[in-house]
DNA sequence: CCAAAAGTGTTGACAATACACCCATGA
DNA sequence: TCATGGGTGTATTGTCAACACTTTTGG
């Protein structure tokens, strides 16, 4: 154990314990490159909702390790970024989406990954993030950056993606499922406006279950703020029926009492 | 922007991408000191509920800057060693403990701060952990490592914390708080065996709010797995009254249905 | 008219609350 | 015996799940 981090005694990271480790290269104080260096990176698991199953947006590596391999979009942070802003960056760069729309979209920090060896060449340590987006065409359609090698990819057809990837992935998918029970988010999955069904949809997709229609509409109507009527707006769905009415994200972000997986758990 | 992570292309933080950008040290592949280093730091919110109060553990600093403020623990993740791993061997340093005990301490990932200026000296990004502890002695009173400067501070009492530890703080408080509500966490602030007394008074020190007795005892022994009882073990808790009966924590993790703090939110 | 989807009503099971009440112990 | 905290019982209230039913459209 080096020096540098079992005497620091100084709380909060601090750079003047830099120069007792690593590569060792004198006493100068705050020396930036006295250490290994680590490099920082983002993921970004960007989710979406398409004909009823659950997508997220790949890119196929065209680069060793793990050539022709899926992965994540993602990039490395750059000197004067924050990670969220590296994200929204890289998510603009690599969908090819306009950049207003990327800054309002909702991104969510997942958790940071820095196992020693997750890349087999240096030292990278990433910190993830899933984007809730509404359906959308493919990314090579839109152009630019690297939308051409980007595709939607039904999460239940990746298969060994490159890197820690599977892990984050499945991170994701734990964590928006569980967000939904407890916050408003799946409007976020939705276009601006969208009937009960589409968001019912969301829900049932993402959690793999089927929802009682008649019982999902109250919940909903019944939280303040999470949707708000489009008055006089109605839209047919699946070309027969019924047409519905049309709503809008609400204010709220919280979802109290929270709508919970039916049959999950190990319920009392 | 540099070409470094505009060009990128690759999934996966893809340190090929590091030739281009940062200082130009050239055209070789995977140089790891081609870009400014990150220092990347672990900082942990340690917290225990001692006397009915939620206290966390702080260090004073005795460096600028914020000499002489209050700092969470932490420190610089080391070569080989993943983000948890350093915040393990940080806690064990700081606080004294033996290894053994914080190798089975709950430990959680709580998110990564990375503001381009949250350090003034150098870029530092920052794996924030929250650590859930039972009531134990002050720090200095165990000895070794940084405990001597160690204390448990009230929450309440922090002011003005170095760097952005106020945020993460804070940060960690939310997360607790409603960690509570879905998970079996509480059992972590109790020592081994406890009485369901000192178990709700963890809920209703971190919530803040006073819970009816009964009908907590109830919720949580129809929890399966949430506490086991310890056959015939009793202790007196306030001096007085009724000897209470002793529990363990059990093996479940999630609370179904969720036990929810009262008057919270804008209730439908 | 039929199928399909939206929307409304009703009912029974069960969970949460708000208490009243009893038990065991120290002072 | 009184104060204090543990433990039990119970009635009211409300929420949720299940399902029957009506409405509005396209074929």
Redo the contacts between chains.
């Keep these: 154990?080096?020096a540098?981090?079992?005497g620091?005694?100084?709380?909060?990271?601090?750079?003047?314990?830099?120069r007792a480790?690593?590569t060792g290269t004198g006493p100068a104080p705050?020396d930036?490159?006295a250490?290994?260096?680590?490099?920082?990176?983002?993921?970004l698991a960007v989710l979406t909702v398409r004909g009823g199953v659950l997508h997220v947006l790949?890119?196929r590596?065209?680069?060793e390790p793990?050539a022709g391999a899926?992965?994540?979009?993602?990039?490395?942070?750059?000197?004067?970024?924050?990670?969220?802003t590296?994200a929204r960056?890289?998510l603009a760069?690599e969908t090819g989406l306009a950049p207003s729309l990327v800054d309002s979209l909702h991104l969510e920090?997942l958790?940071?990954y820095?196992?020693?060896d997750r890349?087999p060449?240096?030292?990278?340590?990433?910190?993830a993030f899933t984007a809730l987006v509404p359906d959308m065409p493919e990314p090579a359609a839109e152009g630019g950056?690297?939308a051409d090698?980007a595709r939607w990819v039904p999460v239940g057809e990746v298969t060994q993606p490159?890197?820690d990837?599977a892990r984050i992935l499945a991170d994701a998918r734990e964590r928006v499922g569980s967000k939904l029970e407890?916050t408003c988010l799946a409007t976020a999955f939705c276009p601006p406006e969208f009937t009960l069904g589409e968001l019912r949809a969301v829900y049932e997709t993402v959690w793999g279950t089927a929802l009682d229609r008649p019982n999902f509409r109250r919940k909903v109507l019944?939280?303040?703020?999470f949707v708000e009527a489009v008055p006089g707006a109605a839209r047919l769905t699946g070309g027969r029926g019924k047409p519905a009415a049309l709503y809008r994200a609400g204010p709220?972000t919280?979802l109290?009492?929270?709508l919970?997986r039916p049959t999950?758990?190990?319920?009392?």
Tied chains: 1, 2.
């Excluded at 899926?70 to 969220?84: H, I, K, N, Q, T």
């Design positions: 154990m080096s540098a981090a079992a620091r005694g100084d709380g909060g990271g601090d750079p003047d314990a830099a480790g690593g705050y930036p490159y250490f290994e260096p680590f490099a920082v990176t983002v993921d790949l890119i590596r065209g680069q793990y899926w992965a994540l979009p993602g990039g490395f942070v750059l000197p004067r970024e924050s990670a969220e590296a960056r890289e760069e920090q958790r940071t820095s196992e020693p890349d060449r240096m030292r990278v340590v990433s910190v950056g690297d090698r490159a890197f990837h407890y019944a939280t303040p703020g709220a919280a109290h009492p929270p919970l999950e758990g190990p319920a009392r």
